[in-house]
């Protein structure tokens, strides 16, 4: 089991940034992470994702350009910069650590979610 706790959620106006944090336990470091988010009545949507080294990020093509996906594995934690949001942004976002085959991540351990809202 990995410790995850989002952080950083908050209401935006349409066009401004929010920094997600996700600390973890020391664990952090050896995994892959990625965030997630749903909106009301869809599926979890992936987002992003990094290597355990943080060599390697994928993005979905609605965030590519808008948000930045890093990590510390000094500290064990990882972060999501948005900026640019949109309303349709509006989801609550989960951090997540997992494992990475064919450039494809599967998330494993999840977060409680931190609701971000963007206003019109």
């Known amino acids: 089991q990995v410790e995850l706790v989002e952080s950083g959620g908050g209401l935006v106006q349409a066009g401004g940034s929010l920094r997600l944090s996700c600390p973890s336990d020391?664990?952090?470091?050896?995994?892959?992470m990625g965030w997630f988010r749903q909106s009301p009545r869809k599926e979890r949507e992936f987002d992003a994702a990094?290597?355990?080294?943080?060599?390697?990020?994928y993005y979905a093509d609605s965030v590519k350009c808008r948000f930045t996906i890093s990590r510390d594995n000094v500290e064990n934690m990882g972060f999501l910069q948005m900026n640019g949001l949109k309303p349709e942004d509006t989801a609550v976002y989960y951090c997540?650590?997992?494992?990475?085959?064919?450039?494809?991540?599967?998330?494993?351990?999840w977060g409680q979610g931190t609701q971000v809202t963007v206003s019109s």
């Open positions: 020391r664990t952090f470091s050896h995994y892959p």
């Open positions: 997540n650590t997992g494992h990475i085959l064919d450039d494809t991540y599967s998330p494993n351990y």
């Open positions: 990094i290597s355990w080294s943080g060599d390697s990020t």
